[in-house]
């Protein structure tokens, strides 16, 4: 079973900056696509940032210039640089992959700006 665990959220006042991490229990050179989502309270699940083993990366509009994803190392794949953070930005981030054609999802972390 393919767990993965997010870290890094919490508390940040707008314009400041948080890394989220993703924690995997399957090795990086299984996964194919990883990606964040966010959910906000009342909203949809939408799509932030996801990266491809190739390298090739997708940002949401909202995000662009402000959000980085990276691939990490074999423990920790894939994070989440946020700078600039708005208001706007707060909901609960997911972590997801792809492996084998087959999706898997943490369980969030909640991120909070205020202005």
């Known amino acids: 079973q393919v767990q993965l665990v997010e870290s890094g959220g919490g508390l940040v006042q707008a314009g400041g900056s948080l890394r989220l991490s993703c924690v995997a229990s399957?090795?990086?050179?299984?996964?194919?696509?990883m990606g964040w989502y966010r959910q906000a309270p009342g909203k949809q699940r939408e799509l932030v940032a996801t990266t491809t083993r190739g390298g090739s990366t997708n940002y949401a509009d909202s995000v662009k210039g402000r959000f980085t994803i990276s691939r990490g190392n074999a423990k920790i794949p894939v994070y989440l640089q946020m700078n600039s953070l708005k208001p706007d930005d707060t909901a609960v981030y997911y972590c997801?992959?792809?492996?084998?054609?087959?999706?898997?999802w943490g369980q969030g972390t909640q991120v909070t700006v205020s202005s």
């Open positions: 997801t992959i792809e492996v084998r054609a087959y999706d898997y």
């Open positions: 399957v090795s990086i050179f299984d996964i194919d696509v």
